[in-house]
């Protein structure tokens, strides 16, 4: 079953059940705690927080949503998207558990002739928070789940709440079993791999204080109108239902990979680190053409530092399976293909988000060229001398003289199993910042030798070292 039709039959499957069908929001909404949208309810954030009056009881969505916390699982997990769709129903003061609980349940395992997913519930398990006997025992009644497949868990993974005071309360999970070759027995307390989460019912029922029940604080009372959020992955529906083994081998994602390996001329599926780098080009792939569309761009700090960092791990993945061409055009182009039918303005958009990869990789290309060479002699140099740490000077070195971000260098280190002085680092970057300071104020008093050096440099720009330019052997 196609993405987009796991898609549509979310939304026309709440909509025939009383659910208003409301549009995904952009990524990025006015909210100073958030960096980008990392969940279907926060565009209605202001009727669960009583704000405003909700705009009707139930609604539905298919919300996109980038989770950068999950950065680093991506590629190495079968389940992690930076950027992926979250589809949801929610009850504002209307139905409760029972409602969440017969909803899922009756779309997991409806027949896919019949307008569901149809999964064998034979296969399928649910966790409910520790002492919510109340959900145990609708899940027993209401999908006859037997008792061994439906587990008490913690609040780390089964209490919700904003991370503020207000909102909270139990959540219960659906998970699939993917069979013993996937891993161990017992349930997903034992294995996530193998039982792989796909959807996450929130029952919004108290009011938390200061301190989270997730931390042992008390709740304070129960809110007047219980609510109901939940949130399906969309591409973890897909991998199952499309027999992949993870979600960047979905429809949607696996076409970049198909991509990047007629270009690389080497094959998916070889090689593990290879693998991992074709699964972290399509991945980022994706989530960067999503941002764009949204209005950002590559920038040094905030939004635009984390869409840098994507568009950057690309080139470099890229050049690490041997290419050394620009690709972020073509892997857009890829992206806007798959992507459009759900979103029709990443094709309208088109010009201006091939524009903005292709500026911020050739930018890119100029910095790795250089800053990689200078990477590598420190790294041969640190571990001829018997080292395992690559100095704070050269990392600030690197930062300083070629633009090299310290992420870039911490990731190039671990991948030579070399360790980053980072706190030498910061140390050089804050007496940097010092100078700055200090020269800002003499120049404002009119005193500063260096102002001269300092106009040459500004008009001149920063002279490219190219001294090493014919020792490479390995380009990245
Ligand atoms: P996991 O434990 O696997 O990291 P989660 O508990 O953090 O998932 P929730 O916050 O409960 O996820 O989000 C609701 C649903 O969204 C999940 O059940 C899952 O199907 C999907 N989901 C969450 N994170 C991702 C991700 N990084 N990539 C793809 N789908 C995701
Ligand atoms: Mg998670
Ligand atoms: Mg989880
Ligand atoms: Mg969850």
Known sequence: MQTHDIRNRFLTYFENNGHTRVPSSSLILDDPNLLFVNAGMVQFKPFFLGEEPPAYPRATSVQK????????????????????????????????????????????????????????????????????????????ELSGLPEERIQRRGAEDNYWDMGVPGPGGPCS???????????????????????????????????????????????????????????????????????ADNVYETDLVR?????????????????????????????????????????????????????????????????????NEPVLGEFASVVRDTMAESYPELATEFARIDSVVRTEEEAFLQTLTTGSKIFDLAAGETKSSGGSVLAGDKAFQLH??????????????????????????????????????????????GHSDGAAYRSILDSHGVTDFLGYSDLATESR
């Open 255 to 323: 076409p970049v990979i198909t991509r990047a390996e007629e270009m690389s001329g080497r094959r998916y599926g070889r090689d593990h680190t290879d693998d991992v780098r074709f699964r972290v080009i399509a991945d980022h792939a994706r989530s960067g053409v999503m941002l764009i569309g949204d209005g950002v761009t590559p920038g040094n700090d905030g939004r635009g530092y984390v869409l840098r960092r994507l568009l950057r791990r690309i080139v470099r993945s890229v050049r690490l399976l041997g290419v």
């Open 65 to 140: 949503c980038v989770r950068t916390g999950d950065i680093d699982e991506v590629g190495k997990t079968t389940r992690h998207n930076t950027f992926f769709q979250m589809a949801g129903n929610f009850s504002f003061g209307d139905y409760f558990k029972a409602g969440a609980i017969t909803h899922a349940w009756e779309l997991i395992t409806k027949s896919r002739s019949d307008g569901g997913y149809g999964f064998d519930p034979e296969r399928l398990w649910a966790t409910v928070y520790h002492d919510d006997d109340e959900g145990f025992q609708l899940w027993r």
């Open 173 to 243: 999970e659906i998970y699939y079993d993917r069979g013993p070759e996937h891993g161990r027995d017992g349930g997903p307390e034992a294995d996530e791999d193998r039982y792989l989460e796909i959807w996450n019912l929130v029952f919004m029922q108290e009011i938390r204080g200061e301190v989270s029940p997730k931390k042992g604080g008390p709740v304070l009372g129960e809110l007047p109108n219980k609510n109901i959020d939940t949130g399906m992955g969309i591409e973890r529906v897909a991998l199952l239902l499309q027999g």
């Open 400 to 445: 300083d003289t070629y633009g090299f971000p310290i992420d870039l260098t911490l990731e190039m280190a671990a991948e030579q199993g070399l360790k980053v002085d980072e706190e030498g680092f910061r140390r050089l970057m804050a007496e940097q910042r010092q100078r700055a300071k200090d020269d800002a104020a003499q120049r404002k008093t």
